[in-house]
């Protein structure tokens, strides 16, 4: 098959598209006829070797797919209502960027009515994590103030919607007019341009100095300060990544006052098990807004796997910061 590969640690260039043999499944897995990959800020840390494979796993970066199951256990296929021919999206730990992947059955989800591969390959890795984070860690409910950070990644345009969609009240931070206006577009209630005004004090400007409940956030280093003092009481910050360091200064004495939550995570090396239940709640809860159009993917670009250059070219847009949602490769036929 042909897959996308990290020849060397270092700049876009480095992946190549090369011939590997087609993956193998195993009991509990399916093997998957890809359609579409999604491209996730993870994989840039992968290419740059700071985000190492989990034991087991395929070097072959890539977390999400789209397409078609080709095999699988017909016994296990059926306890999950899929079987061999269904189009599916899943959630994977490696080995996305190719035209065969094998994938955790029990983190396969059923193409939503109305989507298209490469839709849905845009997907898993971001509602998964939305959901484990904002919903499961971060106890968000109906009603209240959410911020979150970069409303205009793929984390961001997910979170917007999820959010809103579950009745929140939403803030958006982003780096230009424009991209602010697409958060607004997307349900956001308030955006922020954090290159031109103090994210802080606009949002305590906003809520009328309370402050807001639940927080994602992907930058941590100064910004955490700063997250701390606009959380409103029994407030949640959850940290996704480090873009802007790991180290903060914090006031513990807001912590204590304000009885604040301060969590994070990482989805990436938990086991099978824990995102099985975020399937499970994603199928029960969101598959039926995609389906309806409540909450829609956001597709940037999409490159052709066929051209050797497709996996660079997709990194190079991923580290520019220019997109507004979500970027994919498209894999088509026998290439």
């Keep these: 098959m042909k897959a996308i590969e990290i020849s060397e640690f270092g700049a876009p260039d480095v992946l190549r598209l090369v011939e590997r043999d087609k993956p193998v499944p195993v009991k ?18 992968q290419r740059k070797g700071h985000y190492p494979v989990p034991a087991g796993v395929s070097d072959i970066p890539g977390l999400e797919i789209a397409g078609v199951i080709e095999a699988g256990d017909p016994h296990d296929l059926a306890q999950h209502g899929l079987r061999v021919g269904d189009r599916i999206c899943a959630l994977v730990a490696g080995g996305g960027y190719a035209q065969w992947c094998v994938a955790p059955l029990a983190q396969c989800l059923p193409l939503p009515n109305g989507l298209s591969f490469d839709q849905a390959a845009s997907l898993p890795e971001t509602f998964f994590t939305v959901w484990s984070n904002v919903f499961d860690r971060g106890h968000f409910k109906p009603k209240e103030w ?76 100064d910004y955490v300060a700063k997250e701390i003092e606009i959380l409103a009481e029994d407030g949640r910050l959850v940290l996704i990544a480090v873009q802007g360091g790991v180290k903060s200064q914090v006031n513990a004495g807001l912590i204590l006052r304000k009885r604040l939550t301060l969590t994070g995570s990482t989805l990436r090396p938990r086991d099978v098990s824990f995102k099985a239940q975020i399937a499970q709640k994603l199928h029960q809860h969101i598959w039926p807004l995609l389906e309806n159009a409540v909450i829609k993917p956001v597709l940037f670009k999409t490159f052709d796997a066929a051209d050797p250059h497709a996996g660079a070219q997709a990194h190079t847009l991923m580290e520019s910061n220019e997109h507004i949602g979500k970027i994919v490769i498209h894999w088509q036929g026998e290439m």
């Design 28 to 45: 509990g897995e399916v093997l998957v006829r890809v359609h579409a990959s999604g491209v996730n800020r993870p994989d840039v840390l």
């Design 146 to 221: 959410f911020l979150v950070q970069g409303g205009t990644s793929g984390i961001g345009v997910t979170a917007i919607q999820m959010v809103k969609a579950m009745g929140g009240k939403v803030i958006a931070t982003a780096g230009s007019q424009s991209k602010c206006d697409a958060c607004l577009a997307l349900g956001a209630d308030h955006a922020i341009n954090y290159k031109t005004q103090d994210f802080a004090q606009e949002v305590l400007s906003i809520t009328q100095g309370r402050g807001v409940d639940v927080i994602l956030d992907m930058v941590a280093g």
